[in-house]
């Protein structure tokens, strides 16, 4: 039997990446009955960078109106809110106690979105992969479907679980990645970048929700280079590279197998092609999504029942983590 756990943060539209990075994979994972998938709007996670209270509430139900019409079924797993598990924050507290903060210094995210600053940049953007352990350790998580950008992260996980187990005779369990089968989706503005809901610039991703307008256009203006053939050359040719990734990504082929099907096709004609494909792989998403978010009550009653059963094991790995260290 399979325990899966992964966390998305509600810090705005999920977009391309998010959703062939991640949640295609949560989709795919929740369908064994045997396993037991947790699935968490890491709302905790989100405050680590400053948030606007009132677009925090709302992104919160947004995302679950998003996950819910991406295809995540409350019925086959569980669906939740992080801050409305206490558990989370608590066995955060009692890992960082035992990790170091050398090993917290080297994560890539901490050292992108610290910037310059680092004196100035909070404790919370230092210690979140300390509070993703806890997520996964939590519900003796045995898979994590995560983008490959997050691997290091899981890593720490592995390692607490090891370290608690040997030190305080805990029964955690150390997760395995599961990789989507999907390269890193990049920006649309700048290709050596990652596509990202943080984004300043709303030109640079490909939203779920976005129209069929709204894709064509962003496509319009994603940057690329200046040859005019479709080739697939992520070294050389990122822009161009990237469109090819997204297209193979909502047509389920191989990128290196695109090339072929559009020679003769300018960048700029092979643009409308991809954004074509992209609305045809969204079109339903964001028509059960626009019904969805219709029914506020509706999606936090499906959190507050996720809640309730998250609890329940978040609850016992957590009195146990608790009397081994000597705190109970
Ligand atoms: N560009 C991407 N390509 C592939 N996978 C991606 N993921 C994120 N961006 C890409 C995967 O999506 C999952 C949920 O991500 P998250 O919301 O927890 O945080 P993130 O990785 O920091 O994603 P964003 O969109 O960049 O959010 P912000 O801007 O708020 O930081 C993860 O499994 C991630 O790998």
């Known amino acids: 039997r399979k325990v899966v756990f992964s966390g ?36 905790l996670h989100s405050i680590s960078l400053p948030q ?13 109106a998003t996950l819910l019409a991406s295809g995540l079924d409350p019925s086959k797993c ?26 917290l210094g080297h994560f890539p995210q901490w050292k992108s979105k610290a910037g310059k600053d680092k004196q100035g940049a909070c404790v919370g953007l230092y210690t979140y992969p300390v509070l993703q352990a806890a997520d996964i350790l939590l519900y003796k998580t045995t898979h994590v479907p995560v983008g490959d950008d997050q691997v ?16 305080f005779g805990t029964s955690l369990v150390s997760p395995e990645p599961v990789l989507g089968q999907f390269k890193r989706i990049k920006s649309l503005r700048e290709p050596d970048k990652k596509m990202s809901k943080s984004d300043s610039d709303p030109k640079s991703r490909i939203e779920i929700t976005d129209t069929k307008e709204d894709i064509a256009f962003k496509l319009k203006k994603a940057v690329t280079d200046f040859t005019s053939a479709v080739t697939y050359d992520p070294e050389n040719r990122p822009g161009v590279s990237n469109l090819v990734d997204i297209h ?13 099907q559009v020679t003769g096709m300018t960048t700029a ?8 494909a992209v609305n045809r792989r969204l079109e339903t998403v964001r028509d059960k999504y626009l019904k969805l978010i219709e029914d506020k ?13 998250a609890k329940l094991v978040a609850e016992e790995t957590c009195s146990d983590v608790k009397r081994c260290v000597g705190l109970i």
């Open 152 to 167: 290091p992260h899981l890593e720490l996980a592995q390692h607490l679980a090891k370290l608690f187990n040997l030190s």
């Open 269 to 276: 004609e092979y643009k409308m092609v991809v954004a074509a």
């Open 248 to 260: 193979a990504a909502a047509t389920g082929q191989r990128p290196e197998d695109i090339p072929d």
């Open 8 to 43: 998305i943060q509600p810090t705005g539209t999920p977009h391309l990446g998010n959703f062939f990075g991640a949640i295609e994979k949560w989709v795919e994972l929740q369908n064994d009955p045997k396993d037991v998938v947790y699935y968490s709007i890491v709302d």
């Open 297 to 309: 009550s509706f999606l936090r009653d499906v959190l507050n029942t996720g809640a309730t059963k």
């Open 52 to 64: 606007d209270p009132e677009y925090l509430r709302n992104c919160v139900l947004s995302m679950t």
């Open 78 to 103: 569980v669906l939740f809110q992080q801050s409305s598990v206490p558990h989370h924050a608590e066995l955060s507290w009692i890992l960082g106690c035992k990790t170091t903060l050398a090993r």
